[in-house]
Nanobody, 121 residues
Framework: VQLVESGGGSVRTGGSLMLSCEVA????????MGWFRQAPGKEREGVAA???????SYAPSVMGRFTISQDRSKNALYLQMNSLRLEDTARYYC?????????????????RGQGTQVTVS
């Protein structure tokens, strides 16, 4: 599977960013997709996941601020991040999994891309 993230960058506290993920070389139409993040010295943290049926799951820390969406006709996954906080600073990874349960926890164990850095200051 090839996952390519984009859209990261530096932003002020309270600002917004939209991350994108392009999925290639994989029949991802059947799988759960999502995002997790990892800051230096910290464990992976699941952020959000979206299932084949469009059902979504969010980490409590991002609920109400982040929105995950997909466009399977374009092989694309998105993460709209609003009201960004200092603690959102991390490398964000797009991931795909075949886990039976599709949620922000299971997505942390999926196959991932190279990631894109988000820095909030």
């Amino acid at each position: 599977v090839q996952l390519v993230e984009s859209g990261g960058g530096s932003v002020r506290t309270g600002g917004s960013l939209m991350l994108s993920c392009e999925v290639a070389e994989y029949p991802y139409l059947k799988y759960c997709m999502g995002w997790f993040r990892q800051a230096p010295g910290k464990e992976r943290e699941g952020v959000a996941a979206i299932g084949i049926d469009g059902s979504t799951s969010y980490a409590p820390s991002v609920m109400g601020r982040f929105t995950i969406s997909q466009d399977r006709s374009k092989n694309a996954l998105y993460l709209q991040m609003n009201s960004l906080r200092l603690e959102d600073t991390a490398r964000y990874y797009c991931a795909i999994t075949t886990a039976r349960v599709c949620d922000h926890v299971s997505i942390t164990f999926g196959e991932r891309g190279q990631g894109t850095q988000v820095t909030v200051s």
